[in-house]
């Protein structure tokens, strides 16, 4: 069962325009959402963040916005750039006894036109 | 310097041999994990250590079995490799369960192939 969903494996944007990847969890024990950025033959980067209790964050280009009540986040990337071309993880962190659990979704891999 | 690094980067074997991939970080961080990435993609954590102690063990056979010998390594040996093995093995490290979150720091992967 998966508890992080990506329901988009893939989505191509124009550059210039805005990217918005979702994902939707089902555990609302979740304290932490974290997107992460993977480029061919590389691991995954950390990208941004948003806590449980807030509803929005933002760094740069990046923005995450949280709807718990629909247990829902979204990536938004504005402008998008041909270099934001990869595949976007997102996460879900809890506390275990001895620190967290993480799980990620499938992906989506984000194609930007130039 | 690479923050967190796994040898070998690729690995191709033959069924029902015997392997290890080796991780270290030099982050200074507390916890590490393993995670295997399979042919769908899902990024799917097998083992997670703090400070040596394994924290997370999630329904991995024991054909696999992870070794800390201090805290910035965690090694995979993984025994009678079958085909369904192949896959690419990522490492990764994070602060730790004092951290407010769980940012983690991934190595390259090893692809694994198993023939």
């Known amino acids: 069962d998966q508890q992080v969903k990506q329901n988009s494996p893939s989505l191509s944007v124009q550059e210039g325009r805005i990217s918005i990847l979702n994902c939707d969890y089902t555990?609302?024990?979740?304290?932490?959402f974290l997107w992460y950025k993977k480029y061919p033959a590389e691991g995954p980067t950390f990208l941004i963040s948003i806590s449980s209790i807030k509803d929005k964050n933002e760094d740069g280009r990046f923005t995450v916005f949280l709807n718990k009540s629909a247990k829902h986040l979204s990536l938004h990337i504005v402008p998008s750039q041909p270099g934001d071309s990869a595949v976007y993880f997102c996460a879900a962190s809890t506390r275990i006894t001895g620190g967290f659990k993480t799980i990620f979704g499938a992906g989506t891999r984000l194609f930007v036109k130039a | 310097d690479t923050a967190v690094s796994q040898t070998p980067k690729y690995l191709v074997t033959q069924m029902g041999n015997d392997k290890s991939i080796k991780c270290e970080q030099n982050?200074?961080?507390?916890?590490m994990y393993w995670y295997k990435q399979d042919s769908k993609k899902f990024l799917k954590i097998m083992f997670s250590y703090n400070n040596k102690e394994l924290i997370i063990n999630e329904t991995v056979p024991n054909r696999f079995s992870p070794k800390s010998p201090d805290k910035a390594h965690l090694n995979l040996h993984i025994n009678s490799l079958e085909l369904g093995d192949s896959a690419v093995y990522f490492c990764?490290?994070?602060?730790?369960?004092?951290?407010?979150?769980?940012?983690?720091?991934f190595g390259p992967g090893t692809r694994l192939t198993v023939l």
């Open positions: 982050l200074g961080h507390d916890t």
């Open positions: 990764a490290s994070s602060q730790g369960g004092l951290a407010v979150t769980d940012t983690q720091y």
């Open positions: 555990n609302s024990m979740f304290d932490y």
